[in-house]
C-alpha cells in the first residue's frame, strides 16, 4: 500500500485533534474530488515499518483523540489488508483512541469485512458535487453518512454518529 502523507493535530476529519493517513488508490474517481491526485495507488511514497513508527508515535501522544483513515480510499481493494492490519493492531495497541474511516464504498457492501467491528465512525458514500454543502459536518456532499459503526451493527439498521 502506498500513502501520500500523515498528518497530526486534524481537526476537519473526525472529532477531536486527530492523526490522518492519506492513502493512495481509488476507483470511485468522484467528479470534484479533493484527492484526486490519490486516486492512482502507486502515487504517493510505500507504507512501510518507518511510516507505521511515525504513524503510531503521533497515536501515543495523550492529546490524540485517535486516527482517521482517507485517501483516496483506505478500502481500495489492494489497500483492505494493510488497513485491516493497521486497524486491528492500533485498536489493540490503543484501545482509548478512535478509529475513523472515509470510503467512497457504502457501508451495507463493506459491512462484512472482518475489522469493520473495530472501527468507531465510516463516513461511506461517494462524494456527490452537485450534492455538495459546506456547511455539512465531516462529509463533503449530502447522500455520504457519518455511520456509527457499533451502534449500526448492534441493531442492525444504519445509525448515524451523533
Known sequence: MNY???????????????????VSGCDHRCPGCQNPQTWPACSGIA?????????????????IDGITFSGGDPLFAPNRET??????????????????LYTGSLFEDIRCLPFIPMI??????????RLRDV???W???????VIDVRKTLER????LWD
Request: net charge negative.
Open 135 to 137: 456547511q455539512l459536518h
Open 83 to 100: 488497513i485491516g492490519t493497521l486497524i486491528t493492531e492500533i485498536r489493540k495497541r490503543f484501545p482509548a483512541k478512535t478509529i475513523w
Open 120 to 129: 468507531d465512525v465510516i463516513v461511506d458514500g461517494p462524494y456527490i458535487e
Open 139 to 145: 462529509k463533503g456532499s449530502k447522500n455520504q453518512r
Open 4 to 22: 501520500h502523507n500523515i498528518t497530526v493535530d486534524d481537526m476537519l476529519n473526525g472529532a477531536g485533534l486527530r492523526a490522518v493517513l492519506w
Open 47 to 63: 507504507f512501510d515499518e518507518a511510516a507505521k513508527a511515525e504513524l503510531f508515535s503521533y497515536l501515543e501522544r495523550d492529546y
Open 156 to 159: 442492525g439498521t444504519i445509525v
